[in-house]
């Protein structure tokens, strides 16, 4: 996604898309729209890295097998190799590539693919190589890659072909992750249209936080006499902004989910469950902003250390605050006219 804020132009990239427009983008969204273009930078050579991954684990994993005489469990062609990972074509031929470079692979005067014999070793002096570990599941790439489309505020239209060949999976795969983020709220699957982005509007996230807000407050309450000590030091502890500038942050968002779930409503989980799991994507994506990721660990270890001291008035006042006031990001991400 590209965003010139003096001539409001948006180009969406890294995924494929139907029906998007570009339109208006109010000024104090360009803060926000900078930051989104950003980490697509970040997700496209996440991205990059993901796929080359895929292609690697495909390649190493192949190699173990041809090395140490293990019989490969399908038959050695593109087609049934990428059914076999289900992946699509791409990652397999560049596999298939490194194998035949590297004199492990062979293709015949019919283009037939077959093991060098030179390579393979049977009986007991046979390698025992390990297994590669399977690359990573790319639903967290494609969901955070929608999460940034959903900010341009439009409904916009998925086709399962284009967006696999996109991502470089099969079919199968693509469909099953869309049906995933459909159940976390981020999709609407429209029958003869494809899938639907949920459109991101700043007053459906204030709506969401000021009932977020009165909800976990009433959390807190009814947990309170049942809140573990320990489980609270814990959470603590890992709720320390890092000295240095350079370390990697994962933030720690198992606060609120304590909460909620040593509360005890089934009112409250229903609504956090049905309600929440799209913004809690949006959340999840503004974190990855390393000033807001700071911030939001400095009030998680304000809110604890009340928690632990219990002190409940500063704690229910540092909960209200971190709830209303930590979303510097979304907040100026303005709706198109």
């Known amino acids: 996604m590209r965003l010139d804020c003096g001539n409001s132009h948006l180009v969406s990239g890294g995924i494929a898309v139907v029906g998007a427009k570009a339109g208006s983008v109010g000024r104090r969204s360009c803060f926000a729209f900078d930051f989104v273009a950003n980490v697509l930078v970040f997700v496209a050579q996440d991205k990059y890295v993901t796929l080359m991954s895929i292609a690697t684990y ?14 490969v469990p399908v038959q050695l062609t593109l087609d049934s190799l990428a059914g076999h990972y289900n992946v699509s074509l791409t990652p397999v031929r560049t596999a298939v590539a490194e194998l035949i470079d590297e004199g492990l692979l062979e293709k015949g005067p019919n283009h037939r693919l077959t093991a060098r014999a030179s390579h393979t070793q049977v009986g007991p002096s046979r390698c025992e190589s390990k297994p590669p570990q399977p690359p990573q599941d790319p639903f967290e790439l494609i969901a955070r890659d929608l999460v940034q489309l959903s900010l341009q505020g439009e409904p916009i239209y998925l086709r399962e072909e284009a967006t696999a060949e996109k991502y470089d999976i099969s079919r199968s795969a693509i469909r099953n992750i869309l049906h995933r983020l459909a ?36 959390a807190l309450e009814l947990a309170r006499p049942k809140l573990d000590p320990d489980e609270l030091q814990r959470m603590l502890d890992v709720s320390v902004p890092p000295e240095s500038a350079g370390t990697k942050l994962s933030v720690d968002e198992s606060l609120h989910e304590y909460l909620i779930s040593t509360a005890d409503n089934t009112y409250i989980t229903e609504f956090v469950a049905r309600q929440g799991r799209y913004y809690r994507r949006l959340f999840e994506w503004e974190d990855l902003d390393h000033d807001v990721a700071i911030e939001t660990m400095r009030q998680h270890h304000e809110i ?34």
């Open 183 to 218: 159940g976390e709220g981020v999709l609407d699957h429209i029958p003869r249209r494809g899938w639907r982005l949920r459109p991101f509007h700043q007053e459906d996230l204030q709506a969401f936080i000021e009932v977020r807000e009165v909800l976990e407050l009433k």
């Open 58 to 71: 495909i390649k190493d994993d192949l190699a173990a097998q041809l090395k140490s005489g293990v019989e």
């Open 304 to 337: 604890l250390t009340a928690l632990v001291e219990k002190n409940w008035s500063a704690a229910r006042k540092a909960l209200s605050h971190h709830i209303l006031n930590n979303h510097p990001i979304l907040g100026q991400v303005e709706d198109k006219e």
